[in-house]
């Protein structure tokens, strides 16, 4: 693959803001000079991601990861650095160069193609939906009049239609001339025989489908949901499935993707709650009666990391399942991962006869209105479930009970825990105190089975001081002054020049990250080379170099006297040095049986030597 210039890397750092790159995935507040939200990399429910517009860099706290625009979308989308550079040129609508011939090309990653191809198939399905043909007339007839959608909606949507025969969308891309045969046999809208290596030789996954797109949070279409249709032959595996999704692909899996969190992560915001409901239909009906913060899972049962996801965009979700039983076992099964993911959940009950789809579809937003008056909490829901008998026996409440406690374990809050127990005991009618202690002894017991070497009576304390050690290594204590140098270097950069100069570059240890990096940009400032903190590819050589520097340069550093601590780490690695020398002299010195050689007067000279070198570090005023 050709690379990219560094004028071209330094152009997208330069006119790509930090913070409309990381805005579709967190919502950030306002924090003094910087911005401050959930960490779009951990579960957490304090904000401890921080971005600082002035340096264009972020920092987590609570993953101790942080980085540039690059680090960033490389960090979140598993990209490799140049893949990063591309995806954000493409998405801020940059230009790149490369190296070999100076003209701007398409990226050439699978990764990238794989984005485009899904684009070019978005089009081809779209196209043939609004086509004046007889398969364009019976699907946007399936839609206007089987669904009762308006085609407005389908537009903006871009619905499309995959005829019976696959539509030619294999022929159309491979028109295109542009896709590697590897994308081909990624994207999964194909199916190819084992070993197959001629792309030409597909067959489509989805014939006589309605096409609904599937995109990311930064509205790139990954995937495809197809719904059944009279259309869709006899001789599709899969014909019996109303819906049938893309298969998980380096773009798409499912149990990460929420279909419509790409709208509806703006206006959640305002409104402070996600609506969650079973389908895609259902949420395009949300969407077209003006519910606009509506999301739905991928046809499949939700996943803690989609809660997780929705979590960094607001603390509540309200589930709109379908009425029936199955509807209701999925409400069930989510109620433990919300919690376990810091999330307010609620439940808007539907009768059993009823969808989301034909209730919004005959009344419109004013649906929901009447559905928050009738909104249960997560514990009154859970109760009703478990109990649905009106006079339960002590057994059935006991069994209850003991469902529930299997669901708020998943809360990490202690005070969370409380509160929901002594609410589900109300729903219930059980005594609170009597609850409290079997939760408690079930807390217990299962902390036992999870570490069987520990109980609540007493603890091997030879194996727990033993565990308890902190791993030593030998030249631990160089490598920190070496990384506190380097970090002093980065955000010093005045006091630089005087630290090249008093260091050799001997004396590091260069087979170290740290040593490696502290001595090539000390090589630039004594050559007078140095590009600037904010230029410093060209000194890079692998994706773990450029992580290490990033890291270090965007964790928060304040520090009183930077030239003291300059002396310190210059002491430190200078000690370090000299030491393992004159370790190695004197061990030399020990083991020499003829002490009238000129070699052990040498020996003897050099320990002096050095001995006198130590008394002397150096320093920089």
């Given at each position: 693959?050709?690379?990219?210039?560094?004028?071209?890397?330094?152009?997208?750092?330069?006119?790509?803001?930090?913070?409309?790159?990381?805005?579709?995935?967190?919502?950030?507040?306002?924090?003094?000079?910087?911005?401050?939200?959930?960490?779009?990399?951990?579960?957490?429910?304090?904000?401890?991601?921080?971005?600082?517009?002035?340096?264009?860099?972020?920092?987590?706290?609570?993953?101790?990861?942080?980085?540039?625009?690059?680090?960033?979308?490389?960090?979140?989308?598993?990209?490799?650095?140049?893949?990063?550079?591309?995806?954000?040129?493409?998405?801020?609508?940059?230009?790149?160069?490369?190296?070999?011939?100076?003209?701007?090309?398409?990226?050439?990653?699978?990764?990238?193609?794989?984005?485009?191809?899904?684009?070019?198939?978005?089009?081809?399905?779209?196209?043939?939906?609004?086509?004046?043909?007889?398969?364009?007339?019976?699907?946007?007839?399936?839609?206007?009049?089987?669904?009762?959608?308006?085609?407005?909606?389908?537009?903006?949507?871009?619905?499309?239609?995959?005829?019976?025969?696959?539509?030619?969308?294999?022929?159309?891309?491979?028109?295109?001339?542009?896709?590697?045969?590897?994308?081909?046999?990624?994207?999964?809208?194909?199916?190819?025989?084992?070993?197959?290596?001629?792309?030409?030789?597909?067959?489509?996954?989805?014939?006589?489908?309605?096409?609904?797109?599937?995109?990311?949070?930064?509205?790139?279409?990954?995937?495809?949901?197809?719904?059944?249709?009279?259309?869709?032959?006899?001789?599709?595996?899969?014909?019996?499935?109303?819906?049938?999704?893309?298969?998980?692909?380096?773009?798409?899996?499912?149990?990460?993707?929420?279909?419509?969190?790409?709208?509806?992560?703006?206006?959640?915001?305002?409104?402070?709650?996600?609506?969650?409901?079973?389908?895609?239909?259902?949420?395009?009906?949300?969407?077209?009666?003006?519910?606009?913060?509506?999301?739905?899972?991928?046809?499949?049962?939700?996943?803690?990391?989609?809660?997780?996801?929705?979590?960094?965009?607001?603390?509540?979700?309200?589930?709109?399942?379908?009425?029936?039983?199955?509807?209701?076992?999925?409400?069930?099964?989510?109620?433990?991962?919300?919690?376990?993911?810091?999330?307010?959940?609620?439940?808007?009950?539907?009768?059993?006869?009823?969808?989301?789809?034909?209730?919004?579809?005959?009344?419109?937003?004013?649906?929901?209105?009447?559905?928050?008056?009738?909104?249960?909490?997560?514990?009154?829901?859970?109760?009703?479930?478990?109990?649905?008998?009106?006079?339960?026996?002590?057994?059935?409440?006991?069994?209850?009970?003991?469902?529930?406690?299997?669901m708020l374990e998943q809360s990490e809050s202690a005070m969370l825990r409380s509160d929901y127990l002594a609410e589900a005991c109300r729903h219930a009618g059980v005594d609170r105190t009597a609850a409290e202690r079997d939760f408690a002894r079930y807390l217990q017991q299962r902390a036992q089975r999870a570490s069987p070497y520990l109980t609540s009576e007493k603890?091997?304390?030879?194996?727990?001081?033993?565990?308890?050690?902190?791993?030593?290594?030998?030249?631990?204590?160089?490598?920190?002054?070496?990384?506190?140098?380097?970090?002093?270097?980065?955000?010093?950069?005045?006091?630089?020049?005087?630290?090249?100069?008093?260091?050799?570059?001997?004396?590091?240890?260069?087979?170290?990250?740290?040593?490696?990096?502290?001595?090539?940009?000390?090589?630039?400032?004594?050559?007078?080379?140095?590009?600037?903190?904010?230029?410093?590819?060209?000194?890079?050589?692998?994706?773990?170099?450029?992580?290490?520097?990033?890291?270090?340069?965007?964790?928060?550093?304040?520090?009183?006297?930077?030239?003291?601590?300059?002396?310190?780490?210059?002491?430190?690695?200078?000690?370090?040095?000299?030491?393992?020398?004159?370790?190695?002299?004197?061990?030399?010195?020990?083991?020499?049986?003829?002490?009238?050689?000129?070699?052990?007067?040498?020996?003897?000279?050099?320990?002096?030597?050095?001995?006198?070198?130590?008394?002397?570090?150096?320093?920089?005023?």
């Amino acid at each position: 693959m050709p690379k990219i210039k560094r004028s071209s890397i330094d152009e997208v750092r330069a006119r790509v803001s930090l913070y409309d790159v990381v805005q579709p995935y967190v919502t950030l507040k306002k924090a003094g000079a910087k911005w401050k939200g959930l960490s779009p990399f951990t579960q957490e429910r304090t904000p401890s991601f921080y971005v600082d517009p002035g340096k264009n860099l972020y920092y987590c706290f609570s993953s101790g990861q942080g980085g540039d625009i690059f680090k960033f979308v490389q960090t979140k989308e598993n990209l490799g650095f140049q893949e990063a550079v591309e995806a954000l040129a493409q998405r801020f609508g940059l230009t790149l160069e490369y190296e070999d011939d100076g003209r701007p090309r398409e990226a050439q990653s699978v990764r990238k193609e794989l984005f485009d191809l899904h684009e070019a198939a978005t089009a081809h399905f779209h196209a043939a939906f609004l086509r004046n043909d007889d398969g364009g007339a019976f699907i946007r007839k399936y839609w206007t009049d089987s669904r009762r959608f308006e085609l407005t909606l389908a537009k903006e949507f871009k619905i499309g239609w995959a005829a019976a025969d696959g539509g030619g969308l294999l022929e159309a891309l491979l028109k295109t001339k542009k896709f590697a045969p590897e994308t081909f046999f990624a994207c999964g809208l194909f199916f190819y025989r084992e070993g197959e290596r001629d792309p030409a030789r597909g067959r489509s996954r989805f014939r006589g489908r309605l096409m609904i797109p599937i995109r990311d949070i930064q509205g790139r279409v990954i995937a495809f949901t197809a719904r059944q249709t009279e259309r869709t032959p006899m001789d599709d595996s899969s014909r019996e499935a109303k819906y049938v999704n893309s298969p998980e692909t380096p773009l798409f899996r499912k149990g990460d993707v929420l279909f419509n969190l790409d709208r509806a992560h703006a206006p959640v915001r305002e409104a402070g709650r996600f609506i969650m409901v079973e389908g895609q239909l259902d949420a395009l009906r949300c969407w077209s009666a003006g519910i606009n913060y509506v999301v739905a899972p991928q046809g499949t049962a939700i996943t803690e990391n989609q809660f997780i996801l929705l979590r960094r965009y607001a603390g509540r979700v309200d589930c709109l399942l379908d009425g029936d039983a199955a509807g209701q076992r999925a409400a069930m099964r989510a109620l433990p991962l919300a919690l376990k993911a810091g999330l307010e959940i609620r439940f808007l009950p539907l009768a059993a006869d009823e969808d989301p789809d034909e209730l919004f579809l005959e009344k419109g937003a004013a649906a929901l209105t009447e559905l928050d008056k009738k909104a249960e909490s997560a514990m009154a829901f859970a109760v009703r479930s478990l109990l649905p008998s009106p006079n339960p026996t002590a057994r059935e409440k006991a069994d209850a009970l003991r469902a529930m406690f299997e669901m708020l374990e998943q809360s990490e809050s202690a005070m969370l825990r409380s509160d929901y127990l002594a609410e589900a005991c109300r729903h219930a009618g059980v005594d609170r105190t009597a609850a409290e202690r079997d939760f408690a002894r079930y807390l217990q017991q299962r902390a036992q089975r999870a570490s069987p070497y520990l109980t609540s009576e007493k603890t091997d304390s030879s194996v727990a001081k033993q565990d308890s050690q902190p791993v030593e290594f030998a030249n631990d204590k160089l490598t920190t002054a070496e990384s506190e140098l380097l970090m002093l270097v980065l955000h010093y950069e005045d006091l630089a020049p005087r630290v090249a100069h008093a260091l050799d570059h001997q004396w590091l240890d260069v087979r170290s990250l740290e040593g490696r990096l502290l001595d090539r940009c000390l090589a630039a400032h004594r050559e007078d080379a140095w590009p600037g903190a904010d230029h410093l590819d060209e000194l890079l050589e692998s994706d773990a170099e450029r992580n290490t520097l990033t890291n270090l340069r965007c964790r928060p550093f304040q520090i009183d006297d930077p030239i003291q601590a300059i002396n310190q780490c210059l002491k430190a690695i200078f000690e370090y040095h000299f030491r393992r020398e004159l370790t190695e002299l004197q061990t030399r010195a020990a083991n020499t049986t003829d002490t009238a050689t000129q070699t052990f007067t040498d020996l003897r000279q050099r320990i002096q030597e050095v001995q006198r070198l130590l008394r002397r570090p150096p320093r920089i005023e």
